[in-house]
């Protein structure tokens, strides 16, 4: 089983109309991440958190908000969804006991807003 | 400029030829150094990171990192069709307060040719 999984996988919403990505872990990692890729323009970090009580804002939090429900799982929502946010959404963990603080990404949510 | 520069490709070569992915990045408190392989529709995979300057190498892929040009490498030998992906460089600065922030390179696609 995979240790980062995402839901949904795929998604088709409207302008206006609010999402939910989750994201669960079973790493035992206690940092979580979002992330969205762009052709172009790589990944670029939205919201991260380093314990359940933490959260933090990443390059391009603006239209994005995150919940963290337990160590394990972080959700992304967007409130009112726009066209501009139609991309590739990757959750990611990593270990704070780990000097290099290492990654770990899950398969990701195409997401498309129409 | 962005912190960290990556030539996009595609890099097309053929079976068993020896590959050389670089990035050039410009932010000096970077002090852990990472390639990911992302393959179409999955999500990035670690393959390996350095800490300083010198080569790692693990199996067919060896990563340098010369900190004094502010450059990175990842050679693969022995190309093969499997090989064919993207390939992200990613780079880490500690934040204020703890934890580290990754920056990513834009990617390399790789195409192995049989």
């Known amino acids: 089983d995979a240790d980062v999984t995402q839901t949904p996988r795929n998604r088709i919403t409207k302008t206006g109309k609010r999402i939910m990505l989750e994201c669960s872990q079973t790493?035992?990692?206690?940092?979580m991440y979002w992330y969205r890729q762009d052709p172009g323009l790589g990944l670029r970090l939205i919201y991260y958190?380093?314990?359940?009580?933490?959260?933090n804002k990443g390059e391009i939090s603006d239209g994005y908000s995150v919940s963290r429900q337990a160590q394990a799982k972080f959700s992304l929502s967007l409130e009112s969804a726009i066209p501009n946010q139609t991309a590739l959404y990757f959750c990611?963990?990593?270990?704070?006991?780990?000097?290099?603080?290492?990654?770990?990404f899950g398969p990701g949510t195409r997401l498309t807003v129409l | 400029q962005k912190e960290v520069e990556q030539d996009p490709g595609p890099l097309s070569v053929p079976e068993g030829a020896i590959v050389s992915l670089n990035c050039t990045y410009s932010?000096?408190?970077?002090?852990?150094f990472m390639w990911y392989r992302q393959y179409s529709r999955k999500g990035p995979e670690l393959l390996m990171y350095?800490?300083?300057?010198g080569n790692k190498e693990d199996g067919r892929f060896t990563a340098q990192v010369d900190k004094s040009s502010k450059y990175i490498s990842l050679f693969i030998r022995d190309s093969q069709p499997s090989d064919s992906a993207t390939y992200l460089c990613?780079?880490?600065?500690?934040?204020?307060?703890?934890?580290?922030?990754?920056?990513f390179g834009t990617g390399t696609q790789l195409k192995v040719e049989l």
């Open positions: 958190s380093f314990d359940v009580k933490d959260i």
């Open positions: 790493k035992g990692h206690d940092r």
């Open positions: 932010n000096s408190a970077f002090q852990y």
């Open positions: 990611a963990t990593s270990d704070s006991g780990q000097g290099s603080d290492t990654q770990y």
């Open positions: 350095t800490y300083s300057s």
């Open positions: 990613a780079m880490s600065a500690p934040y204020t307060g703890g934890g580290n922030k990754l920056t």
